[in-house]
C-alpha cells in the first residue's frame, strides 16, 4: 500500500530521477478523492533536448553493440520485473486515473506479456536477398533502427499505451523519450527505473513529464527525433502531424473513435447485452475504441432495450479499489464535465435519456452515471463526436444495408462490432465496414499479437503484431558489385 503522504516525482533521464530544469512541480489528483496525491516534475525544452541527447549517445553506445538476442534477453528481464511489481504500479496508475483496480493489475501484468512478446522477435527480424534484374551485383535488405522515438501518451491507459510504442521501438533498437500524460505521469516514472534495474545501459529510455506544449511540442520538434508515436485526442494529434510534418518525421497516430456496435436480431441477445456493455461502460467509457453507438435491428429494438436497462441498473458505481465496484469515477476534471457537457448536448438534440444521465456528487467530484440515450439519428453530434465516458447512443436500422450506412457514416473508423449468428450476414458486415477492428460476436479483445490502429480520422499506421517492429526500422538496400570489372561509363552497349 502507498501511504498517504504526498510523494514527489522527477524526470527520468540518462539512467536517472533528476529535478526539472524548471525546479518546478505540480500536482496529481486521485479522481475517486479529487485529492493531491502527488507532485510531478514540470519539463520543459531544456529537459527534453537532455532526454534527446542522452538517447542520441545511447544509440550508438553500448546499447548499439547489444546483439539482437541479448537485447530480447534484456527485453524479457524487464517483463519480469514489471509482473513482479505489478500491484504496486498498477496501484500508483489506479490512483492517478481511477480505473477498476482489477484491470489496472490486469492491465499491467499485460505489459509485460507485450514485453515478453517483442522480446522474442528482437531476433527474427530478417531481411531480405533482392533477385535483381542487373547483372553482376549482389543485394540485399538490411533493417537499421529508425533512430530516436518520442512517445506521447494519454491517461486512460498509461503504461498500456506506451509499451505498444516503447517494447516494438526497443526490439528493432531505437532509444526513446517518453512524455506522458500530465494526469497520470507517475507510473511510467516508477516503471522507468525497472529499465536500469534489469541491466538496459543508461538513456536507452528517459522520460521528461509536463504539459503538451511545453513538453510534447518540443519533443516532436526536436530535429534529432526521428519518429513519433502518439495516443490521445485528435486535436493533439493534428498539432503533433503537424509539427512532425515540418521535419519530415513519421508518425503513427492512434486517435478517437465513434465505434458501432451492431446487433441483428438472430443475435444471442444476451451474450450480446454483456458485449455491449463492456464495449461502452468498461473503463468508464474512457476508451478509444468504445462501442459508443449501438445499432439495434428494429425488430428487437424494444426487447434488447429493456434486457440492456435492466443489467446496467445492477452496476456498482464506487471506489475503484475495491473489488465490488464495477464502474469508477472519470479520470480528470476536464474530462468530467466534456462528458456532463455531451449529456445537455444530447438532451438539447431531442435524444431521450432512459437510464442515468447526471452526475453523482454523493460518490465522488466526478462521477458520472452510466447514461443510455434512444431515439438517437446518426446526424446528432452525440453520435457524430467522441465523448469519450459513459454514454451509449441507440440507433435503430432496418436491414444489413442501412446497419452498414449508418455504422460508417462518422469521421472515424477505429472499431465496430457485430453480433449475428449468420456467417454470411458477419462477413458482409466485416468486409463493409471502414474500421481498423472488427469483432463478430464478442467486443474488445486486443493483444500485442494483433494489429491495432484506425481508418479515416482515427489515426495512420497500426499498433501491435509483428509488422509493428518496421514503423521503428529503417530499410536500407545495400547493393554489392560481383564483377570484378566496372564497366565504363563513356563507352555505350
Ligand atoms: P490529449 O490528446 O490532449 O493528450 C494526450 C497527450 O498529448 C498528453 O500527453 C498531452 O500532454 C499531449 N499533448 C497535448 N497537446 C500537445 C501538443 N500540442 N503537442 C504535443 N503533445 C501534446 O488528450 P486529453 O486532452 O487528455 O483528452 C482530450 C480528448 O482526447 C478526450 O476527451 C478523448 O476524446 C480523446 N482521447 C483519446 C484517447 C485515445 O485513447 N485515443 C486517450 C485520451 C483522450
Ligand atoms: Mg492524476
Known amino acids: ?70 537485447r530480447g534477453k534484456l527485453m524479457r528481464r524487464l517483463a519480469d520485473l514489471l509482473i513482479a511489481r505489478a500491484d504496486r ?84 533498437g531505437c532509444t526513446t ?24 545501459p543508461p538513456g536507452v529510455v528517459n522520460v521528461v513529464t509536463g504539459f503538451g ?9 526536436h530535429p534529432d527525433v526521428a519518429h513519433i508515436g502518439f495516443t490521445g485526442g485528435e486535436i493533439a494529434g493534428q498539432k503533433i502531424y503537424e509539427l512532425a510534418a515540418k521535419g519530415l518525421k513519421t508518425v503513427t497516430l492512434e486517435l478517437g473513435g465513434k465505434s458501432p456496435n451492431i446487433v441483428f436480431d438472430d443475435a444471442d441477445l444476451d451474450q450480446a447485452v454483456k458485449g455491449v456493455v463492456s464495449g461502452i461502460f468498461a473503463a468508464t467509457g474512457q476508451s478509444c475504441q468504445a462501442g459508443s453507438r449501438l445499432l439495434l435491428q428494429e425488430s428487437i429494438h424494444d426487447a434488447f432495450l429493456e434486457k440492456l436497462i435492466a443489467f446496467v441498473s445492477t452496476a456498482k458505481l464506487g471506489d475503484p479499489a475495491s473489488l465490488e465496484t464495477q464502474i469508477g469515477p472519470v479520470a480528470t476534471k476536464p474530462q468530467f464535465d466534456k462528458i456532463m457537457g455531451y449529456i445537455d448536448i444530447a438532451k438539447g438534440e431531442g435524444a431521450r435519456c432512459v437510464l442515468g444521465g447526471k452526475a453523482r456528487p454523493d460518490l465522488g467530484p ?25 454514454v451509449l447512443s441507440v440507433i435503430k436500422f432496418k436491414d444489413e ?58 489515426g495512420i499506421g497500426r499498433e501491435s503484431g509483428i509488422n509493428a517492429v518496421h514503423d521503428y526500422l529503417e530499410t536500407k538496400c545495400v547493393w554489392i558489385s560481383s564483377d570484378l570489372e566496372v564497366p565504363n561509363p563513356f563507352i555505350r552497349r
Do not use: C
Request: aromatic letters at 12%.
Open 89 to 172: 504500479i498498477a496501484e500508483i496508475e489506479r490512483r492517478d486515473n481511477g480505473k477498476l483496480a482489477a484491470e489496472v493489475v490486469a492491465q499491467v501484468r499485460y505489459v509485460g506479456d507485450y514485453f515478453h512478446y517483442y522480446a522474442g522477435l528482437a531476433d527474427k527480424i530478417e531481411s531480405h536477398v533482392i533477385p535483381t534484374d542487373k547483372a553482376g551485383v549482389f543485394a540485399y535488405t538490411k533493417y537499421e533502427p529508425k533512430g530516436v522515438i518520442g512517445i506521447i501518451t494519454p491517461w486512460n491507459s498509461p503504461l498500456t499505451l506506451t509499451s505498444w510504442k516503447l517494447a516494438p521501438a526497443l526490439a528493432a
Open 177 to 200: 523519450v517518453i512524455k506522458p500524460s500530465e494526469f497520470t505521469s507517475a507510473s511510467m516514472i516508477e516503471f522507468a527505473a525497472l529499465f536500469a534495474e534489469a541491466g538496459f
Open 213 to 221: 506544449p511545453e513538453v510534447g511540442a518540443p519533443l516532436v520538434e
Open 401 to 458: 444495408d442501412e446497419a452498414i450506412a449508418i455504422g460508417n457514416d462518422v469521421a472515424y473508423g477505429l472499431a465496430g462490432a457485430v453480433w449475428t449468428k449468420d456467417l454470411k450476414r458477419a462477413m458482409l458486415v466485416t468486409d463493409k465496414l471502414k474500421a481498423g477492428t472488427v469483432w463478430v460476436n464478442n467486443y474488445r479483445a486486443t493483444s500485442f499479437t494483433s494489429p491495432f490502429g484506425g481508418f479515416k480520422r482515427s
Open 1 to 70: 500500500m502507498l501511504d498517504d503522504a504526498t510523494q514527489t516525482y522527477g524526470l527520468y533521464i540518462d539512467g536517472a530521477e533528476v529535478g526539472p530544469s524548471s525546479g518546478q512541480f505540480f500536482p496529481t489528483e486521485d479522481p475517486y478523492t479529487g485529492k493531491v496525491w502527488g507532485q510531478i516534475a514540470r519539463g520543459g525544452a531544456e529537459d527534453v533536448a537532455q532526454a534527446v541527447a542522452a538517447a542520441k549517445r545511447a544509440l550508438s553506445g553500448e546499447w548499439s553493440k547489444i546483439s539482437p538476442s541479448a
Open 366 to 390: 466526478q462521477f458520472v452515471e452510466p447514461t443510455i440515450f434512444v431515439d438517437v439519428r446518426n446526424d446528432m453530434r452525440i453520435a457524430q463526436e467522441e465523448v469519450f465516458g459513459p
